[in-house]
C-alpha cells in the first residue's frame, strides 16, 4: 500500500480553453494564453501544468488559419515547461470539442526534440509521477458508459495498484453541485466516493463557471465563450502541502472577451441609442452585447440599426414574450455549423443502441439488438 505524498506542490491547472471557437478569437484566447503563462519567475516556480479538457472547441482541419497559431503557441509552453522542468499533462475533454486532436501537444514535443516531461491522456488512468513524488488519477469525459461504471474501473484499478488513495485527480465532468437539482443525471460523478479516494485536490473542467466546493476545484472556462458568461474567467494556481494544507488561487483572465446583456425592454429605439453610447464606447472592440426586448417593440427589429451605429461590436437579441417566455434569438456572429459524430470502437455500441431506442419499443427486440452488436464489436 502507497500512502500520499507530503511533498509540497505548485500546480497551475486550467481547462475549456476552446481554441477554434466560432465566436471568441483564436488569436484573442491565445494571446491572453501568453499573458497567463509569461515566461518568468512565478511560471518557473510551477512544479506541473495541468490542461484538464477541452483545449480544441471542434474538430480543425487544414487550412484552417488557427491551427499555425495554435501550434505556434504550444511549441512556447513545451519550450518554457522543459526549460524550468515543469511537467505538463494534458486531458482529453468532451469528444465532441477535442477530437483527440490534443496529440499534437505529443507529436511537437517528439519532432521538435523539446525534451518536456509530457503526457497526453486520452483514456482513465492513475500515473505515479516520480518528480512530483504524485500519484495522480486521470478520468476524461464520457468515459464508460456511466459514471458509475468509470468509479468502478477506479476502485479496480487502484486495487490492482495496491492503492487506498491517489493525491490529485485530473477530471472533465460534472459533480452533483455544479448543476441544478432538475438537471442531475446518472453522468454526474459520486462527490463523496471520490473525496475518499483522492487524498488532496481534485480538479475537474466541463463546467465553465469557477467553483470550490470541499476539495473540488472547477476552473470555469478560461475565456468567455458566450452570453451568459459576465463572471471572471481564468485559471488555478495551488500550493499544496497536504490535505489539510493547501492555498488556492483563481487567476483572473482580465482580457477575456466580454459579453454582455443589456435589458432594453423598457427603452425606445431613441432611448436606446442614448443609453447605450456610455456602455458601448466603454468596451474594448469585438465586445459582444445582447439586448432584451419585448416582442413588436421597434428594438426587435432595429439590430441593423445598432450595428452600423457601433460596428465594432458584435451584437445580437433575445425577444421576449409579455409572459417572460423567449419567443427569438438572433446571433449576429453565430453561423449554424454541422457538428459531426465521431465513431469509434468504444462508442459505437450505445450509439446505435441509442438508434435502435427510438425506432423499437419491444424490450425483446432490443435485448436482441444489444446482443448481437456487443458479439460483432
Partial sequence: MTTPSERELRIA??????VGHPRTPTAHILDNLYKAFPNNESTAKLDVIFIAGDFFDRLLKFPDPDIPEIEL???YMLRMA??????????????????????????INTNANIGCNLKYVSDLRIETIPELDSTILYIPDEWGDSTESSLSQVQELMTAKGLNRVDYAIMHGHFPHQLPEVARTKKVHNTEAYLRLVDKLIFIGHDHHFSVHERIISHGSFDRLGHGEEAPKGHIRAVVK??????????????AKIYKTIDVKDWTLEEALINLKDVVESLPLDSAIRIV?????????????LAKRWPGIKWDKKVIDSDGSVIEVVNQYDEDEFVP???????????????IVTRAADEKILANAEKFINEIK
Avoid at 491547472?13 to 476552446?18: A, K, L, N, Q, T
Avoid at 459524430?341 to 438508434?355: H, Q, W, Y
Fill in 293 to 305: 426586448c419585448k416582442a413588436g417593440s421597434p428594438l426587435a427589429s432595429s439590430l441593423d440599426v
Fill in 82 to 107: 522543459a526549460q524550468h522542468d515543469i511537467v505538463i499533462r494534458v486531458l482529453e475533454g468532451t469528444p465532441s470539442h477535442d477530437w483527440k486532436q490534443s496529440s499534437v501537444f505529443e507529436r
Fill in 341 to 355: 459524430v465521431e465513431i469509434t470502437k468504444d462508442n459505437i455500441g450505445p450509439l446505435l443502441m441509442a438508434r
Fill in 242 to 255: 497536504s490535505r489539510d494544507n493547501y492555498r488556492i488561487t483563481f487567476v483572473e483572465n482580465k482580457g
Fill in 13 to 18: 491547472s486550467i481547462s475549456d480553453i476552446h
Fill in 73 to 75: 503557441w504550444i511549441l
